[in-house]
C-alpha cells in the first residue's frame, strides 16, 4: 500500500470513528447559539490528506495560461454547483467534505489541465449557524430587471480545460450513477450531480461532500477559442444562418477578461476582519439573444457597443491587453456626440485609483438549450459588484437615441435572470467558515 493510500484510509476511519462517537453521544455539533447549547465537540481526530494549493481560494491565476498578449486563459470547461445542507452541519460532515475535496486534488493537479476549485457560502449559510454574513442578500439591480433572487448555502466554482475531470468529480464528490433531477441538471457534462445523496461505498477512504451538501443546480460552460461556434447550431439565441466570429472565444465574439480591463487578484482580496484573504462572488444567469446583434450590426457597430463609442475594429485588433478608459468620461457627453454608449466604457466610470474593481470569471453556456454567460464576478465588497453593474446601465447617458436598453452598451442582448451573493473564504476556511468547533 502507498503512502498517500495509507494514509487516507487511516484518516478516513479516524473520521468513521468520530462520526460513530457523535451518533453515540447524541450532540448535534451546530455553530451559533445551537451549538453552544450544544457544547461543541472537538474537531474530527486524523489527518487529512495533505495538498499544496495557494492560500487563497480566488489564486487561479497563477496557474493558468496566458495568450501572447499576456492576458489570462480561462478553464476551459467551467461548473457553478449551487447547493443546500442535507442535515444540520457538523464537524464531522465538514471533515469529510474536506477530504473529499483534497482527495480529487490530490490526484488531479492544481492547473488549468488539472482541477480549480473555489467555493462561496451565501447568507443561508449564515444564517443556519448563527452567524451575521458578511455578504448581503442579493436584490434586483435597476427596475428593468426581475431575476430570481437565490439563497444558495453554498456555491462550488469548479474548472477544468477537461471536462471529464469536472464529471469524475462530481461523481466522486455527491455520489455515482446518481439520478440528475433533469430541472436541475445543466446542459454539460454526464455526472450525477443531483443525487446528492453518496451511494453506498462511496464514503470510503476518499470522504464525500454528499453528507453535506446537495446540489439543487448545476451551470455548465465552456470558454475558449472556438468552443462557442461548437455550440451554436440548434440553441436559441444564436444565429443558425452564418457562423459566428472565427475563433470567437464568447458567444459575443470577443475575448473578455483582457489584462487592463480586469482587477488583480490582490485588489479583490478582503483586507482585514475575519473573513481577511478572501473575497466575495456575485454570480448571475445571463439569457442571450444575439440573432440583431449579428444580423442587425456590422463589426464597427458591434465594437462600439461592447467597447466604447470611439473604439474601432482595428483598436481591439491591436491593442491585445485591453482598452483602457476614462473613470471620469462623461457618458452624457458621449452619447450626445455618437449617439452610442460602449458596453467597457460604461463598466469604467466604476474605476478605482484608474483599475477596475471586480474580477471576472464568467463563461458561456448552453444550459437548457438557450445561449447564456454564466456570469461570475469576484470583489472585495459586494459593494464593488453592485457600483460596477449600475455603472454598467449607463442611466446618466440616456437620452437622444440611446435608451436603457438601446445603443447602450449590450443591455439590448442580455437579461438577467437570477442573482447571488457569496463569501469566498480563503483556502482554510472553504468548507462550513465559522462554524464552530471545526476547523481543516
Ligand atoms: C453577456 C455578458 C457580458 C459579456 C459578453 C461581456 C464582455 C465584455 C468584454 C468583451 C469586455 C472588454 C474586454 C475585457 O473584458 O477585457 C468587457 C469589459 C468589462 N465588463 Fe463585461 N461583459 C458582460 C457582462 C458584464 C457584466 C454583467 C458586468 C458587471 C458589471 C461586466 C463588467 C465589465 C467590466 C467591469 C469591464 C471592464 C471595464 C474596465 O475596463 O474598467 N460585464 N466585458
Redesign the pocket.
Known amino acids: 500500500m502507498s503512502v498517500t493510500r495509507r494514509r487516507l484510509v487511516g484518516a478516513a476511519a479516524a473520521a468513521t470513528g468520530v462520526a460513530a462517537a457523535t451518533a453515540v453521544g447524541g450532540s448535534r455539533l451546530l455553530g451559533g447559539d445551537d451549538g453552544a447549547r450544544a457544547g461543541v465537540a472537538t474537531r474530527p481526530r486524523g489527518a487529512l490528506p495533505r495538498v499544496v494549493r495557494p492560500s487563497r481560494q480566488h489564486g487561479w491565476n497563477a496557474s493558468l495560461d496566458r495568450d501572447r498578449a499576456g492576458n489570462v486563459l480561462p478553464p476551459r470547461h467551467q461548473r457553478l454547483l449551487l447547493c443546500e445542507l442535507v442535515d444540520d452541519p457538523t464537524p464531522d460532515a465538514a471533515w469529510r467534505a474536506e477530504a473529499a475535496l483534497r482527495h480529487v486534488e490530490r490526484r488531479t493537479g492544481g492547473d488549468h489541465r488539472g482541477l480549480l476549485i473555489a467555493i462561496g457560502w451565501g447568507p443561508a449559510w449564515f444564517r443556519r449557524i448563527g452567524v451575521r454574513s458578511p455578504v448581503p442578500a442579493a436584490v434586483a439591480l435597476n427596475d428593468a430587471e426581475v431575476p430570481r433572487l437565490d439563497d444558495p448555502v453554498c456555491v462550488l466554482h469548479v474548472g477544468s480545460d477537461d471536462p471529464e475531470i469536472l464529471d469524475r468529480a462530481e461523481r466522486e464528490w455527491f455520489g455515482r450513477g446518481g439520478d440528475v433531477d433533469p430541472a436541475a441538471a445543466g446542459g454539460g457534462g454526464t455526472a450525477g450531480a443531483g443525487a446528492g445523496h453518496p451511494a453506498a461505498g462511496d464514503d470510503g477512504a476518499h470522504g464525500t461532500l454528499g453528507h453535506l451538501l446537495r446540489v439543487t443546480e448545476r451551470r455548465t460552460g465552456f470558454v475558449g477559442d472556438g468552443l462557442p461556434e461548437e455550440h451554436r447550431t440548434g440553441t436559441a439565441g444564436l444565429p443558425q444562418d452564418r457562423p459566428l466570429p472565427e475563433g470567437a472565444p464568447?458567444?459575443?465574439g470577443?475575448?473578455?477578461?483582457?489584462r487592463?480591463?480586469?482587477a488583480s487578484e490582490d485588489d479583490v482580496t478582503i483586507a482585514s476582519g475575519r473573513w481577511a484573504g478572501g473575497t466575495t462572488m456575485h454570480v448571475?444567469s445571463?439569457a442571450?439573444a444575439l440573432d440583431s446583434w449579428y444580423r442587425s450590426l456590422d463589426d464597427r457597430g458591434r465594437v462600439q457597443r461592447?467597447?466604447g463609442a470611439t473604439t474601432t475594429p482595428r483598436d481591439v485588433a491591436r491593442r491585445r491587453r485591453?482598452i483602457?478608459?476614462d473613470a471620469d468620461a462623461d457618458l452624457a457627453a458621449v452619447q450626445r456626440r455618437h449617439g452610442v454608449v460602449g458596453?467597457?466604457e460604461a463598466?469604467?466610470t466604476?474605476?478605482r485609483d484608474g483599475d477596475?474593481v471586480?474580477l471576472?470569471r464568467?463563461f458561456n453556456s448552453v444550459d437548457r438549450g438557450g445561449a447564456r454567460?454564466h456570469?461570475v464576478?469576484l470583489q472585495a465588497s459586494i459593494d464593488d459588484?453592485v457600483a460596477?453593474?449600475r455603472a454598467?446601465d449607463a442611466r446618466r447617458a440616456v437620452g437622444g437615441v440611446v435608451g436603457v436598453h438601446v445603443n447602450n452598451g449590450?443591455t439590448e442582448w442580455?437579461t438577467v435572470e437570477s442573482r447571488a451573493n457569496l463569501l469566498v473564504p480563503s483556502r482554510a476556511d472553504r468548507i462550513c467558515p465559522g462554524l464552530r468547533g471545526w476547523s481543516a
Open positions: 464568447m458567444f459575443m470577443f475575448q473578455s477578461g483582457l487592463r480591463n480586469q448571475s445571463i442571450l461592447m467597447f485591453g483602457r478608459f458596453h467597457a463598466a469604467a466604476a474605476r477596475p471586480i471576472r464568467d454567460v456570469f464576478a459588484f460596477t453593474r454598467m449590450i442580455m
